[in-house]
T-cell receptor, first 108, second 112 residues
């Protein structure tokens, strides 16, 4: 079993829909990251969380430390949001551990 | 643009070739990383450099040889690779080991 599990693995939605991507982890962590990887490979860091909630534009990330769970929400989704979204956790001082990613496709 | 550039963006090489991947960051960061991303697998950390010193080598085969001449440049020298080494190789940098990492666009490598 992976230390970081994401769901769903693939998600297709229509433009404008509210999107939720989930990340569960099994170890104690000092921080959790959400990353976005576009076709072609480039990765962009979206959020780094250690508690609570962060918002940036149409993106919202939440984390529940007790339940070892984080969600990434996208409001008013757009085709340009189509990408792979990756959750990564940092168990203390150890290296980042990455989830498999969620492939999101937003159709016009 | 994240401030981290990688060259080449694509590379095809034979198993007997020697090639090098280059990463450069223009962010004034002190830590640099090499990651490997194979199809259908999570990102794997390969090497970490902090202030030009290698601090992590995650059981990477010796056919991959990193070099960090200064805090802005990171190389990955490739020699006698195998077809299973075909993957996307990503470079990242961060201000410190605990800070947000900024990724380059990656080099897509195909070993024939």
């Amino acid at each position: 079993k992976n230390e970081v599990e994401q769901s769903p693995q693939n998600l297709t939605a229509q433009e404008g829909e509210f999107i939720t991507i989930n990340c569960s982890y099994s170890v104690g962590i000092s921080a959790l990251h959400w990353l976005q990887q576009h076709p072609g490979g480039g990765i962009v860091s979206l959020f780094m969380l250690s508690s609570g909630k962060k918002k940036h534009g149409r993106l919202i990330a939440t984390i529940n430390i007790q339940e070892k769970h984080s969600s990434l929400h996208i409001t008013a989704s757009h085709p340009r949001d189509s990408a792979v979204y990756i959750c990564a956790v940092k168990p203390g001082a150890q290296k980042l551990v990455f989830g498999q990613g969620t492939r999101l496709t937003i159709n016009p | 643009e994240t401030g981290v550039t990688q060259t080449p963006r694509h590379l095809v090489m034979g198993m007997t070739n020697k090639k090098s991947l280059k990463c450069e960051q223009h962010l004034g960061h002190n830590a640099m990383y090499w990651y490997k991303q194979s199809a259908k697998k999570p990102l794997e950390l390969m090497f970490v450099y902090n202030f030009k010193e290698q601090t992590e080598n995650n059981s990477v085969p010796s056919r991959f040889s990193p070099e960090c001449p200064n805090s802005s440049h990171l190389f990955l020298h490739l020699h006698t690779l195998q077809p299973e080494d075909s993957a996307l190789y990503l470079c990242a940098s961060s201000q410190g080991r605990e800070e947000t990492q900024y990724f380059g666009p990656g080099t897509r490598l195909l070993v024939l």
